[in-house]
């Protein structure tokens, strides 16, 4: 039997289902999940950052999922952690969506509310809020800061990992 392990952050929960198994965090926005068509729906005449991406975020169960071969690599070897920027109310349409995709999460953490970090170092607080860092192998993002951010960070395996772009 394998010992599972839980784990509390303040961007959410991450269930292990194996304390042996090495981890894989992976993006989701223009990563696996294709955002290209609510590009549109952000505000930019909106002076509060909120009311700017509102309408953006609120689209996020609509969109295609893409680069699934990359998560069946990812899944056979690795527990899958989500580190997303999205805000934490599109928590419920974020589990539905992965869901429907059956793409195997040990953790979705996100954006908290009232946070105002920079992608690169939102991400930088989630991985260092988990006691295992030692143990992240991997990790996919389609942003160049947040990569470089994963490499000061030293993580193993980084890899810039895009969506398809409509020509
Ligand atoms: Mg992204």
Redesign the pocket.
Known sequence: MTAMSFTTTPFGDVTLKSITRNIAVL?????I?N?GWRQKLIDHTQPFVDDRYARYHAGCESDVYENGETVRFLQARYEIIIF??RPELMRAKTARWLNRWRVPVAGVLMRPQDNRES?PELKRSMLRSLPFISRISAAY???DD?LKMYQEEQIPLIHKLEVRKEK
């Open positions: 993006d989701l926005d223009n990563c999940s955002d997303t920027a992608s993002d389609d942003r947040v």
